[in-house]
């Protein structure tokens, strides 16, 4: 992800003799760390100490934050607000490399409102990229593109200023990446290919456009030729000692040889890619690459795989841990707060505005007066709908992500009691049972009555291993429970898929019983017996079955409460092998999905379930998981008629 390139070598600064620089090497750090000392006057200085910091943001933290933050300290104090952005601009990319979202996206909202108000259009189109970046690490490619097309619209009205074409070339970079993950492939194409042929003659950018179109080659099917455009800008980039792009580049190229089924390669170069991401803690190559050699390692040496997989982890809550999102909440729930102030502050202007005009005017009082009356009846309700927002808001971030997977541990509860039931039962009555039998052994033996008090003994042998049974019945579902709440990732195992997926439904059924008794559906199974044991995460897997189950059963219990008469709650179960994919689905006859949010549904905290009732998270971690099964999940819906939601895993 070189989308940050801006701040290695992008930024310009204004010196004495008025010449543009980009941003250089750390030697050039060094040079201008003497040169500060020499500066005529302040505003080159504050210009200098952001260009080191922008050097640093990529490659030594503690370094940039220092020079960032003493260029925001005399840019205040000097009032200096182009100064000002620059330097948040320049922490804002600092904290995103090394991993604190929350952080770089509240100095990015920041500088862009410094940036906004003093009219400072490329300073604010460095804010717009920044925010952007930080939606792109969230995966949040659509808000993402939406900043950097702000950006983009900015740029073109910048194209005879100083600078202005390098950071033309860093949204085009960033737009054509966040529509290519997006898989808008013709609009990343339309990006990508002309800002390559605009820089071939161009050492610093034309590598990095090499890399992302390499990556879009490869996911439009020209996989030799996307190979090809890596290795070329693999080999700049290392002469160029440039250990952020290599970084990326090779982590790219490991997930080529990954899909390729080339182990050796893809540990090798996302190896490299580690080696070189841990040189400049660049935590989201890190996370790429260690997942990567999770996955590769699994195929290889079990051992190794739980090393890369524990990594993972780590950075994993370093970047997205629950004080991470809690944060980021924050800060965009900030935002929310500083854009309705500003809405409040503009509606007071335009009353003020009014009142003078009515003293102005007394001849066209009436009018002024039905203009008024009728513009305080939509403030009215505006504001009223703007609480009613901001209530929503607060009582969404209440909720904010306790544990997904403890959640859907307390929905297993009911039905797993109810399933411990039955072995228990069995183990009581055998017991009793038991008992009265030795009690007649005991009195066969006293009447001296061998042979009765044999066939008795042998009686209580049959049902104390008919306990035993039932003792191991009840101790697995336990273990499955306690399996379930683990903290740590699961090794991937062999496991009946079949099983699994019944299991889960009955258990989810159950609990839901448990919370709502008025709950009555028609469970259907249709199971591909020939597809036997295939290798999954069984706990993973189960809490994904568990999510799409409760879903199924929300929808139909919602519809049936629509339409008491008439209608019967179904859902379905199906798995089936298509050659190495194993497909199961679960079909509902609910109200469906409407069309309009359909592609919202597998993304973080986006829920149509009432405040309280869901956190929105729990498709988001089952794509995920799929995911990281090698899998998709997909869903097919139409409204007012129901949805099946349909996995893919490898058989």
Not at 414 to 435: D, R, W
């Amino acid at each position: 992800m070189i989308k940050k390139i801006a701040f290695s070598f992008l930024l310009v600064v204004v010196c004495n003799t008025c010449i543009a620089q980009v941003w250089g090497t750390l030697r050039d750090a060094d040079s201008l760390k003497h040169e500060i000392a020499n500066a005529k006057d302040d505003t080159t200085r504050v210009l200098m100490m952001v260009r080191i910091s922008g050097i640093y943001a990529n490659t030594v933290f503690d370094s940039a934050i220092f020079y960032g933050k003493r260029a925001q300290t005399l840019s205040q104090k000097i009032s200096y607000p182009k100064g000002e952005v620059r330097s948040l601009s320049s922490l804002g990319s600092a904290f995103e490399t090394n991993g604190d979202l929350p952080k770089s996206l509240e100095l990015g909202f920041r500088g862009l409102e410094i940036a906004k108000q003093k009219h400072l259009p490329l300073e604010t189109t460095m804010c717009l990229t920044l925010i952007g970046n930080v939606f792109w690490d969230l995966n949040d490619y659509p808000r993402a593109i939406n900043f950097y097309r702000q950006a983009v619209t900015i740029n073109e009205t910048l194209k005879n200023q100083i600078g202005a074409k390098y950071y033309r070339l860093n949204t085009e970079v960033n737009i054509g990446t966040a529509f290519m993950y997006n898989k808008q492939l013709d609009s990343a194409l339309a990006h990508l290919q002309k800002a390559y042929e605009e820089t071939l003659d161009d050492k610093d950018w034309h590598p990095v456009f090499s890399m992302f179109l390499g990556d879009l080659k490869f996911r439009m099917g020209q996989r030799q030729e996307g190979l090809n455009y890596l290795h070329q800008s693999i080999e700049i980039f290392q002469n160029n000692k440039d250990h952020y792009s290599t970084s990326d580049a090779c982590r790219i190229i490991a997930g080529f040889f990954q899909q390729l089924n080339q182990v050796d390669s893809s540990i090798y170069f996302a190896k490299k890619a580690l080696e070189e991401a841990k040189s400049i803690g660049y935590k989201t190559t890190l996370l790429g690459a260690s997942r990567i050699l999770a996955e590769q390692y699994e195929l290889k040496d079990i051992k190794e795989a739980l090393y890369y997989r524990k990594y993972f982890d780590s950075i994993n809550n370093d970047l997205y841990g629950a004080n991470k999102v809690k944060n980021l909440q924050k800060t965009l729930s900030d935002e929310q707060d500083r854009q309705r102030k500003i809405e409040a502050e503009r509606i007071a202007y335009q009353n003020r505005l009014k009142q003078y005009g009515l003293l102005a005017g007394l001849g066209i009082f009436l009018l002024i007066a039905f203009i008024l009356y009728r513009n305080n009846k939509q403030k009215l309700k505006a504001n009223k709908i703007l609480e009613e927002t901001l209530k929503n808001l607060k009582s969404t971030q209440s909720q904010l992500i306790q544990s997904e997977k403890m959640a859907s541990l307390g929905e297993l509860t009911a039905g797993i009691a109810h399933e411990i039931q039955n072995p228990l039962n069995f183990v009581n009555n055998f017991s009793e049972v038991s008992k009265e039998l030795l009690d007649e052994m005991k009195t066969e033996l006293d009447n001296g009555n061998a042979d009765d008090a044999k066939e008795i003994a042998n009686d209580v042998i049959q049902n104390l291993e008919k306990i035993n049974h039932h003792g191991k019945r009840a101790d697995a579902i336990v273990k499955n429970m306690l399996q379930h709440s683990k903290q740590t990732k699961g090794a991937k195992e062999p496991t009946d898929i079949n099983a699994l997926a019944d299991e889960y439904l009955r258990l989810a059924y159950h609990g839901l019983r448990a919370k709502d008794k008025s709950l009555n559906a028609i469970t259907k199974t249709d199971f591909d017996e020939t597809i036997g044991k295939i290798n999954i995460i069984s706990q993973d897997i189960g809490r994904v079955l568990l999510n799409l189950y409760n879903n199924a059963f929300y929808a139909v219990n919602e519809k049936a409460k629509q339409q008491p008469n008439g209608y019967e709650p179904t859902i379905s179960v199906t798995t089936k092998k298509e050659g190495d994919k194993v497909i199961l689905a679960v079909k509902d006859n609910g109200n469906g999905i409407p069309q309009k949010i359909i592609d919202k549904i597998f993304q973080p905290f986006f829920t149509t379930k009432p405040t309280g009732e869901g956190t929105g998270l729990g498709l988001s971690l089952s794509y995920d998981i799929i995911k990281a099964h090698g899998g998709e999940i997909r869903v097919n819906t139409i409204e007012r008629e129901g949805s099946e939601f349909i996995i893919n895993l490898p058989a």
